[in-house]
């Protein structure tokens, strides 16, 4: 790769340019045992939705190297549009958090129900498959501020659990 398309792999990018949201129709196939969405339809769906922001942002391929707790507030029903909203809170030196928000929609009435969120953590690797920085995030209000904040509060607390110094 040459020096200038390194730069630019670099330069600092905004949430928004990486922001997604993943829709897919809750179908039987999508189903458990008690008849409703299977949970891990949902985190598969969150996962790809996470997977495809941070490797929008960092230009390279991106692997999940941790999930924060996951609560399932609410059973989604077959026949639900499932909303995965993801967007960029914090960027280390080569990892990304993800914050995924989840939401069914009842296409009949419109109504939306929040079932969950969560943090995913994902690494970009270079052509190697070894950890490679990724661009810096361009915070561009107080709100962006506030999450990077809390995204770096939260860095802190998953290498303290998982045994590394922060
Ligand atoms: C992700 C992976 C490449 C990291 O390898 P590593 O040897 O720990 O690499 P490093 O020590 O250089 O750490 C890389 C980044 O990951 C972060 N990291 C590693 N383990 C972490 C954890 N448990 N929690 C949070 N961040 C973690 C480090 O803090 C570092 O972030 P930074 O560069 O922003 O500071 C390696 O663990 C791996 O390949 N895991 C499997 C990934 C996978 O296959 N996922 C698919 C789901 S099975």
Redesign the pocket.
Known sequence: MSQSSAESLLSPRSPAASALTMTMFMQPEHSNSLGNVHGGVILKLCDECGGIIASRHARRPA????VDRVTFLQPVLLGRLLLVHGRITWV????IEVELRVEAENLLTGERTHTNSAYF?Y?A?DADRR?TPVARLLLQDEAERRRFAEGEVR?QL??AE?G?NP
């Open positions: 692997v999940t190297v941790t280390g030196r080569t990892s953590v690494v690797l950890p860095n998953r290498l998982s590394r």
